[in-house]
């Protein structure tokens, strides 16, 4: 039953944002004990968690699976909003608080803020130096 990649994956990646095995479980309604049997590879989740565990993460279930290797190249975002909205479409956000549909309009209203809150901070990071 081990899926040796996707199991490596899923602990890559629950790792890289600094995420406990419970801390994903509580976001998107599972178990820690459920986590730590898929990252562990004696257990596997059904077609929709694994869809849900790569919209959480942002990526495709392809990376998450395996199909492309971890260390693949970064996506290169044209401009800094275009990441902020990659931010948003990645339905994350909506997922971890269990927010309806309709509050997809508020999350764009605050990537936008949350970028110009960036851009100030680092503007004034930037005068510090």
Not at 28 to 40: G, R
Not at 82 to 87: I, K, M, P
Not at 104 to 115: G, K, P
């Amino acid at each position: 039953m081990k899926n040796s990649a996707f199991h490596i994956q899923l602990k890559h990646e629950r790792e890289r944002r600094d995420l406990s095995q419970s801390d994903v479980g509580k976001i998107l309604n599972f178990s820690q004990q459920a986590v730590a049997k898929w990252e562990s590879g004696h257990a596997s989740p059904d077609p929709e968690t694994i869809c849900r565990l790569a919209d959480f993460f942002g990526i495709s279930t392809d990376t998450l699976l395996g199909h492309t290797t971890i260390n693949e190249s970064p996506v290169i975002y044209r401009t800094k909003s275009d990441l902020f909205d990659d931010f948003v479409q990645s339905r994350a956000l909506l997922e971890a608080y269990q927010l309806e549909e309709k509050s997809a309009d508020y999350l764009i209203t605050l990537s936008r803020q949350l970028e110009n809150y960036m851009d100030l901070l680092v503007s004034t990071t930037n005068k510090k130096d």
